[in-house]
């Protein structure tokens, strides 16, 4: 990794490769910008001119070394084709290889895959479905900036809970229109209602995936929906996205953040997106 210039928590200027934005629960949500060693408290930031500039530098976030194009979110090419972590079953769990003996990692695969999973209800931009490992809630949520979350099963592995969305994607979308999440303003969903609504709609195919992999590995959740507020001065009326890769500065008036968008008066920002990236940041 490129090496950090500024470490101290209180600095307002800092350099190193970005992480994705930590952040906790709480009213509002609190985040913190991560940038090597460097930590910025963001909320405390609000209102104020912020600037933030790429120094044309990536570093791969597994291996450390430099790469001229970032992959899945911060690696290089070598470690985007080797690691487990990268692969298309990540992304569409249902399509898990391990039992072929094809799994990239295998032991990483039985820490990480072979887990309790959760499949839930979420609202961001509107009603979507998604899956989470259990110790991810509520960050899960946080990240994808949804305003109500509800966990409704939880299942033994990573794979059926790919099997479990793809049945539930028949009624609902898996995907967050993350426009219509940054201006704000979202209706607020019954989502018990919605729940008791899919299950029974999906009944039968739930009861297929029960009896291919056993009645107890598909477990009904008794959970109460969950809110979250961010913290937002604005939001915008038009949403405009800042690229680093075509546009290495960023700077403006910190607005809010919400998800792992940067609100600013110029435009957001995808945080996640650039992980890896080396930046100057200056708030």
């Known amino acids: 990794m490129p090496a950090v210039t500024e470490s101290i928590e209180a600095a307002t200027a800092m350099q190193g490769c970005?992480?994705?934005?930590?952040?906790?629960?709480?009213?509002?949500?609190?985040?913190?910008?991560r940038a090597g060693e460097a930590r910025l408290d963001l909320n405390a930031r609000l209102g104020k001119p912020f600037r933030l500039?790429?120094?044309?530098?990536?570093?791969?976030?597994h291996c450390g070394r430099a790469t001229r194009k970032s992959f899945a979110q911060g690696h290089c090419y070598p470690c985007f084709k080797r690691l487990a972590q990268c692969d298309t079953c990540i992304m569409k769990p249902e399509l898990c290889h391990f039992f072929e003996g094809t799994c990239r990692e295998p032991d990483w695969a039985e820490r990480h895959c072979f887990q309790p999973h959760v499949v839930y209800?979420?609202?961001?931009?509107?009603?979507?479905?998604?899956?989470?490992r259990s110790?991810?809630?509520?960050?899960?949520?946080?990240?994808?900036?949804?305003?109500?979350?509800?966990?409704?099963?939880?299942?033994?592995?990573?794979?059926?809970?790919?099997?479990?969305?793809?049945?539930?994607?028949?009624?609902?979308?898996?995907r967050t229109n993350w426009r219509a999440m940054l201006k704000g303003g979202t209706p607020a969903?019954?989502?018990?209602?919605?729940?008791?609504?899919?299950?029974?709609?999906?009944?039968?195919?739930?009861?297929?995936l029960r009896e291919r992999f056993g009645a107890d590995a598909i477990r009904l959740l008794d959970?109460?929906?969950?809110?979250?507020?961010?913290?937002?001065?604005?939001?915008?009326?038009?949403?405009?996205?800042?690229?680093?890769?075509?546009?290495?500065?960023?700077?403006?008036?910190?607005?809010?953040?919400?998800?792992?968008?940067?609100?600013l008066d110029s435009?957001?920002?995808?945080?996640?997106k650039f992980t890896g990236y080396e930046v100057k940041v200056a708030a």
């Open 18 to 33: 970005l992480s994705k934005m930590a952040v906790e629960p709480g009213s509002p949500a609190r985040y913190v910008l």
């Open 53 to 61: 500039e790429w120094t044309g530098a990536i570093a791969c976030t």
């Open 121 to 132: 209800l979420a609202n961001a931009s509107g009603l979507k479905v998604g899956i989470t």
């Open 135 to 174: 110790s991810q809630m509520p960050t899960r949520w946080l990240d994808q900036g949804a305003v109500q979350a509800l966990p409704i099963l939880e299942v033994d592995t990573r794979q059926q809970s790919g099997f479990v969305e793809v049945l539930f994607k028949e009624e609902v979308s898996d």
């Open 189 to 208: 969903l019954d989502l018990m209602a919605e729940r008791d609504r899919l299950l029974a709609r999906l009944e039968g195919g739930l009861a297929n």
């Open 223 to 263: 959970e109460a929906p969950l809110s979250f507020d961010y913290p937002v001065l604005e939001f915008p009326a038009k949403v405009v996205s800042h690229n680093l890769d075509k546009h290495p500065l960023v700077a403006g008036t910190l607005l809010g953040i919400k998800g792992q968008y940067l609100i």
């Open 267 to 272: 435009g957001v920002i995808n945080l996640r």
